[in-house]
């Protein structure tokens, strides 16, 4: 009887030991290599389809703060008489654009306004034409390396003001560029001689 009992319980005990046996039993090799496999697989379609969005979610908010920054600068054109500069003594662009940061640094301070280069998400390129009545604000996106532009003219041509602007059937209004030459890693404000456009879709990088 005794014998029978011990049976039993080396049986019980067997059992219980393949089923501990079975719960700490792992991965194979092949199988953690085809999981890693896949999961690199996944990796190499999510990353470039990631910064893809993360690009041309910059340059989104770098044409939005354009946008903006151009409003604020037509309400203080307006604000001051339809000039950008109220000094009587400037004469310049350079004077005429320094007195512009000033005055839209009180007008609106969200932006960081520079009559030089910009590098950050909040930087305001300015550049005044010679007559004070065109105006080119510049944006840099960095993820893209681009430089985001938008024109505005109070003239009948643009090339009043900015002779270096050569494009021809431009007239008075807004218009748009960007750079990607040379991959930029800031922007200044800038006439280039061509390549502006209507809207920041279609347009043909400087």
């Known amino acids: 009887m005794y014998q029978l009992l011990l049976k039993r319980v080396q049986a019980r005990k067997l059992v219980e030991l393949e089923g501990e046996g079975a719960g700490e039993a792992?991965?194979?090799?092949?199988e953690l290599?085809?999981?890693?496999?896949?999961?690199?697989?996944?990796?190499?379609?999510?990353?470039?389809?990631?910064?893809?969005?993360?690009g041309s979610a910059n340059d989104r908010a770098a044409q939005s703060n354009?946008?903006?920054?151009?409003?604020?600068?037509?309400?203080?054109?307006?604000?001051?008489?339809?000039?950008?500069?109220?000094?009587?003594t400037?004469?310049?662009?350079?004077?005429?654009?320094?007195?512009?940061?000033?005055?839209m640094g009180t007008a609106a301070p969200e932006f960081q306004w520079s009559a030089g280069a910009v590098s950050t998400k909040t930087g305001i390129s300015v550049l005044v034409s010679g007559d004070d009545q065109e105006l080119i604000l510049a944006a840099y996106s960095p993820p893209t390396k681009t430089c985001w532009e938008v024109l505005?003219?109070?003239?009948?041509?643009?090339?009043?003001?900015?002779?270096?602007?050569?494009q021809a059937g431009m007239h008075s209004g807004t218009w748009y560029a960007e750079q990607t030459s040379g991959s930029p890693t800031s922007c200044t404000a800038t006439a280039y001689a061509g390549n502006w456009g209507t809207s920041y879709s279609g347009l043909t990088a400087n």
């Open 33 to 54: 290599m085809v999981v890693l496999l896949i999961i690199a697989i996944l990796l190499a379609i999510a990353i470039p389809t990631f910064l893809g969005v993360t």
């Open 152 to 166: 505005t003219t109070n003239g009948d041509q643009p090339v009043t003001g900015f002779a270096a602007i050569t």
């Open 66 to 88: 354009l946008t903006n920054s151009d409003t604020e600068a037509a309400a203080v054109y307006q604000n001051q008489g339809q000039a950008y500069d109220t000094s009587a």
């Open 26 to 30: 792992g991965f194979t090799l092949i």
């Open 90 to 103: 400037d004469t310049t662009s350079a004077q005429f654009t320094a007195a512009l940061v000033t005055a």
